[in-house]
């Protein structure tokens, strides 16, 4: 399937062509350059370039909560900028995120909660300002 097929897939419910095409031009202020593949297979993008797929494909049906689970997992450093601010812009449109996410600086600069886990319990849990205070998470997540 191509990127456009991929994104108006996440729409599958909506019959409003309108809406369709206002749910992709927020994907495309998100991720300029999945306008720019639109007829691109999906499988021949990169790893970034198919994440950010994933996630626009995921924002088409709306949703109230979107479970992102490592999005920076093996990008590039400019990649996961990117991706953090999509994140915040998508937050801040009033989707609640749940982030799974292993670089704890990038995910504590953006959540307004946190919890640590470890072998599958939760060990530590606050707010983002308790996170980065607590000397335990700054000695073992935060260090430079």
């Given at each position: 399937?191509t ?9 599958f419910?909506?019959?409003?062509e ?7 031009e927020?994907v495309?202020l998100?991720?300029p ?6 007829n ?8 970034g370039?198919?994440?950010m797929?994933?996630i ?8 109230k ?6 999005p920076?997992?093996?990008l ?5 900028e990117?991706?953090?601010k ?15 996410e292993q670089?704890?600086?990038k995910a504590l ?11 599958g319990?939760?060990v530590v849990?606050g707010?983002?300002k308790?996170?980065?205070?607590n ?9 430079a």
């Amino acid at each position: 399937m191509t990127v456009l097929e991929n994104l108006r897939l996440g729409a599958f419910s909506e019959a409003d062509e309108r809406e369709i095409q206002d749910r992709l031009e927020n994907v495309f202020l998100l991720f300029p350059r999945l306008k720019e593949r639109l007829n691109q297979l999906a499988g021949t993008l990169s790893g970034g370039e198919q994440g950010m797929a994933a996630i626009g494909r995921g924002m088409m049906g709306k949703p109230k909560i979107l479970l992102l689970d490592e999005p920076s997992l093996g990008l590039a450093s400019v990649l996961v900028e990117e991706f953090f601010k999509a994140i915040r812009k998508i937050n801040e449109k009033g989707t609640t995120i749940l982030l799974i996410e292993q670089n704890a600086k990038k995910a504590l600069q953006i959540a307004s909660k946190g919890y640590v886990l470890q072998k599958g319990e939760i060990v530590v849990k606050g707010s983002q300002k308790d996170l980065y205070e607590n000397d335990v998470i700054k000695k073992a997540y935060l260090r430079a």
